[in-house]
């Protein structure tokens, strides 16, 4: 099956620096990647919808400014947490839509940031 | 209002036992429906997909049964397992491309040896 991968897994930053995290279809074109985040023992919260070579869409709460997402190519996204505070600590999910089969979007393995 | 519900929010069971999870909801019109695993720590890891005329779709031991005139969708876990230890995410996408997505709070299980 399609594999999405997340780098890095987990890390640990200062509150006030910038976290990037990647991630990237293995295997498959990715027209659209979606980034989400995810509390303890809460569902996931769609953060923004990248389409590739096109600015993000985020949704509504979610500073634009504050997470930087770029889909420069088919297979890989970008998100940039800047500035991060200990309230951004969170687990990151990316996921990608294959361009030929709308429906099904397959996960990456997340991002754990803790921010101190 | 577009809403994706399931129940139980949790559940315990012994390993061998069955199990049927439940999903509700009021996402119009509808496209498809996924139900998906995530182990603590991990991403999601699709399961099924029905689309409005399936009725039902296995994957292994796990079994979906969607009613499109109910809106109504279960996840049937069969002989369970330590490893089927997990959430379970539905998620209902509406549009006519299946654009907008609407994830369930999903159902705790936690499978007891």
């Known amino acids: 099956g399609a594999v999405v991968s997340q780098h890095p897994s987990w890390v640990i930053c200062k509150s006030g620096t910038s976290v990037k995290i990647e991630c990237r279809s293995l295997?498959?074109?990715?027209?659209?990647m979606f980034w989400y985040r995810q509390f303890p023992k809460q569902s996931l919260m769609l953060m923004a919808t990248?389409?590739?070579?096109?600015?993000?869409?985020?949704e509504q709460g979610v500073e634009k400014d504050k997470f930087l997402i770029n889909h420069a190519s088919l297979t890989l996204s970008t998100l940039t947490v800047t500035s991060a505070h200990p309230e951004d600590s969170s687990f990151y999910i990316c996921?990608?839509?294959?361009?030929?089969?709308?429906?099904?979007?397959?996960f990456g393995p997340g991002t754990r940031l803790t921010v101190t | 209002k577009n809403q994706v519900e399931q129940s139980p929010q949790s559940l315990i069971i012994l390993e061998g036992k069955n199990c049927t999870l439940q999903?509700?909801?009021?996402?119009?019109?509808?496209?498809?429906l996924r139900w998906y695993k995530q182990d603590t720590g991990r991403g999601p890891v699709s399961l099924t997909i029905?689309?409005?005329?399936?009725n039902t779709k296995s994957n292994g031991r796990y079994t979906a049964t969607l009613d499109a005139d109910t809106k109504q969708s279960s996840l049937h876990i069969t002989a369970s397992q330590l490893s089927d230890s997990a959430s379970y995410i539905c998620?209902?996408?509406?549009?006519?491309?299946?654009?907008?997505?609407?994830f369930g709070a999903g159902t705790r299980l936690f499978v007891k040896a």
């Open positions: 996921s990608a839509r294959e361009s030929s089969y709308l429906y099904e979007q397959y």
């Open positions: 295997d498959f074109q990715a027209t659209t």
């Open positions: 990248s389409n590739e070579g096109s600015k993000a869409t985020y």
């Open positions: 999903c509700n909801y009021t996402v119009s019109p509808f496209s498809n």
């Open positions: 029905m689309t409005f005329s399936e």
């Open positions: 998620v209902v996408s509406a549009g006519g491309g299946g654009f907008k997505t609407i």
